[in-house]
């Protein structure tokens, strides 16, 4: 298992997200240890020591953090609930988890190391999928589109990319603090080049891009890209 160390201990106060589910809009959230779904409360005793992210995929509700064992070593966990959300089950892993999606009907979990595991009977299986390490998962309609982070060392190869899995392009776009996103059917990055801020925007379908350099140092969101 993986020594995780922890730059700060955060606590995850307020999630909420929208999902459709029975043909109904439900709404689902997480607050101080109760999920709430559509307004009905169900306590919630979670065993994760620090909360990282929230996921609501094919109307199941997933919580990735950190369980600490009793040596001391953090192991990176995703959590899930039953279906009338008063027990949570648990899965570590050996690597921090980058995303949970949904492709072609089943469900996913991505790890930095690059392993894909579909969720089947209630459980985690390690699946043929395998992406490049360090990626985070963007889009997931008709392809796997997904973004590999660059890496802040220097003497690492990894300058960061977008890439599909199914129409095998691959597209060096250098971000680290931004998540690339998909805007209108377009995939928009912002990164640097030569420590200026610039923006990618690439066709999902052929990889074919355009390099877009006169971002405001002030952009945080790929979909503020207009021009």
């Not at 390490?133 to 589109?145: A, G, L």
């Not at 660059?150 to 250098?174: E, I």
């Not at 912002?190 to 355009?210: L, P, S």
């Amino acid at each position: 298992m993986k020594n995780f160390k922890f730059i700060a201990f955060t606590f995850l106060l307020f999630i909420t997200s929208s999902v459709t589910a029975c043909g109904a809009n439900r709404e689902i959230a997480w607050k101080d240890g109760v999920v709430i779904v559509d307004g009905k409360k169900h306590q919630v005793d979670l065993n994760l020591q620090d909360v990282d992210k929230e996921y609501v995929v094919k109307s199941k509700f997933f919580i990735s953090g950190f369980q600490i064992d009793s040596s001391g070593v953090n192991h990176s966990t995703v959590a899930w609930f039953n279906e009338d959300y008063t027990k949570a089950s648990y899965k570590r892993f050996e690597n921090f988890i980058q995303s949970i999606f949904e492709y072609d009907n089943s469900i996913y979990l991505l790890e930095s190391s690059g392993l894909v595991y579909k969720f089947a009977n209630d459980s985690w299986e390690l699946s043929n999928i395998k992406l490049q390490k360090d990626s985070y998962v963007i889009y997931t309609k008709n392809d796997i589109v997904a973004c590999q982070q660059a890496s802040l060392f220097k003497s690492s190869k990894n300058r960061g990319n977008c890439y599909s899995m199914n129409n095998g392009w691959s597209v060096d776009v250098h971000w680290y603090e931004i998540q690339p996103k998909i805007c209108d059917s377009k995939l928009m990055a912002i990164g640097t080049i030569k420590n200026k801020k610039v923006a990618w925007r690439i066709d999902i379908e052929t990889g074919k891009f355009e390099l877009i350099d006169s971002v405001s140092s002030e952009s945080t969101d790929p979909c503020s890209i207009t021009k």
